[in-house]
């Protein structure tokens, strides 16, 4: 995740060298080559390359050269690094334009278990790429006169709810220019990956068990109709039931075309672990690894490139 900054920094005043420190917050010290005996009036200019940190700042490196009244001819005079703030949004922006190329207006199918973010990392990617965004189970629930997808699987079971989810699929699998958030097992039957895959990118949200087990926990597991199955605190039956299901759907997440480890994104940034990563940071890696596969011949031909 790396983006390139360049600007300018003028400073038409009297400057000392010595006294223009470079500590904490960004700035610069001039190196002895800049020492005169009298004050110079220096016209510095930076380029910022940035890198990759962590803490939602990013280091910055930079190389500085000046001019000024005193004959003193132009030449880089000072070297070092600084920490910047990362303007997440605007790389997220950055990237939306990259790869909207490549993506040439098909859809967008986040995949992933329960509580993986697929709706909120899907309404970013729409937002940022003027999308519009669907979340399929809503759309079942639409069609069902309201009902909640745990009524429905109370009530009509599993499969019926299965069945509402392939015609579901099938419908969007016609338009263009969508981000849909499936449900957790949309994986499981062949005829759903034909329909997402027709003119679509499918991208898995990888999300570490304990971590998907914490968030379900957190907001309460009565939403959850397979989670009703366990015994013990919402944790514990939250990740049992989640390694049992990756445990039948893994190979099924595996084909999809792009994933996006949230475990790789926290170890490239530097965070303990992926607690501390926002939304746009996840939804910037989709658009990456998105952009890596239509970039490749198979994904050029599924784009219509």
Not at 189 to 199: E, F, I, L, P, R
Not at 271 to 289: F, K
């Amino acid at each position: 995740m790396e983006a390139g900054v360049a600007c300018k920094l003028n400073y038409p005043t009297w400057i000392e060298s010595e006294r223009f420190g470079r500590n904490s917050t960004g700035s610069l010290r001039f190196s002895r080559i800049a020492k005169q005996e009298h004050k110079a009036r220096l016209v510095v200019s930076a380029h910022f390359p940035v890198l990759t940190s962590s803490n939602r700042f990013r280091s910055v490196s930079f190389e500085v050269s000046c001019s000024s009244s005193k004959n003193f001819s132009a030449s880089t005079i000072e070297t070092g690094s600084v920490h910047a703030p990362y303007d997440e949004a605007l790389v997220l922006k950055n990237k939306s334009l990259e790869v909207e190329p490549y993506l040439n207006g098909h859809s967008i199918y986040l995949v992933g278990l329960m509580g993986s973010g697929k709706t909120t990392v899907g309404k970013i990617l729409s937002n940022v790429l003027s999308y519009s965004f669907c979340d399929s189970d809503v759309l079942i629930e639409q069609e069902v006169n309201g009902m909640s997808v745990a009524e429905v699987f109370k009530l009509h079971g599993e499969r019926f709810f299965r069945k509402k989810e392939t015609e579901v699929l099938q419908r969007l699998s016609s338009k263009k220019q969508l981000v849909v958030s499936t449900g957790g097992g949309a994986v499981v039957w062949d005829v759903n990956w034909d329909y997402m895959q027709k003119k679509g990118v499918v991208v898995w949200l990888d999300v570490p068990l304990e971590a998907l087990a914490q968030r379900i926990a957190a907001v309460g597991t009565h939403s959850r109709p397979l989670l009703h199955y366990e015994h013990g605190d919402p944790y514990t039956k939250a990740l049992k039931r989640l390694s049992y299901l990756l445990e039948l759907r893994g190979k099924n997440y595996a084909k999809a075309n792009a994933r996006v480890s949230l475990k790789e994104i926290a170890g490239k940034l530097g965070y303990r672990d992926v607690s501390g990563l926002t939304p746009t940071e996840i939804a910037i890696e989709a658009l990456q690894q998105i952009e890596g596969y239509l970039k490749e011949e198979g994904g050029m031909v599924i784009a219509g490139l």
